[in-house]
């Protein structure tokens, strides 16, 4: 593995946030048998995993298409994740997962799309396909790697929030946002050098 492949896979786990996700996906799938939770955690996964992949082999023509400069896109791509960073380590007050609950096995929505594969995690494989030097394998790999752990963590979700509690899982979520807020503070400054022609170092 490479110190690229590693820095991809940490920034889509980081991202996909399975540990900000689980209550979320607790009140989502309360209704469900366990067997059938498990299930649901698994198709969904799958389908975001789906997505991102052919985000990877589409990003050069929407590039194209939306006549978008790849600095534009480090820098908008930057903005969003810091923008995420900040909800990460300052969450909004009067949030109530039990106000998300709904009848019903999800499809899609809102657990694949927007939960997993949102709009920071296609911007960011858009933006990382499109970097000179990455090999698309080696990007669908760490996209596998990714949606793997991410499934892990969330089949193992109602243990975890028995385990950590609610100050436990906000506490690892916010440190994963700290961790977000250098990256994303790093694509801007790389981005912003690369549209204002600076030298890179």
């Known amino acids: 593995m490479t110190p690229d492949f590693l820095a991809t896979v940490v920034l889509l786990l980081i991202l996909l946030d399975p540990l900000g996700n689980i209550p979320l996906l607790i009140s989502l799938l309360r209704p469900l048998a366990p067997a059938r939770r498990q299930h649901v955690v698994l198709r969904e996964n799958a389908i975001a995993a789906a997505l991102l992949i052919v985000f990877v082999f589409i990003g ?3 590039l194209a298409a939306l006549r978008l400069s790849p600095s534009a896109l480090e820098i908008s791509g930057g903005l969003i994740l810091f923008l995420i960073a900040m909800g990460m380590v300052f969450p909004r007050r009067g949030h109530d997962d039990d106000d998300l609950e709904r009848d019903g096995e999800p499809l899609i929505v809102p657990i694949a799309v927007p939960m997993i594969a949102g709009p920071a995690a296609l911007a960011m494989v858009l933006l990382t396909s499109h ?52 990256m994303a503070v790093q694509m801007l400054i790389s981005g912003i050098k690369s549209a204002f022609l600076l030298p890179i170092g």
């Open 60 to 62: 050069d023509w929407l």
């Open 131 to 182: 970097q000179q030097g990455t090999h698309m394998v080696s990007l669908v790999g760490a996209i596998l790697v990714a949606i793997a752990l991410n499934t892990i963590i969330l089949l193992a979700g109602e243990r975890l929030a028995r385990l950590f509690g609610k100050p436990g899982l906000a506490a690892m979520e916010r440190l994963m946002g700290l961790i977000l807020t250098t």
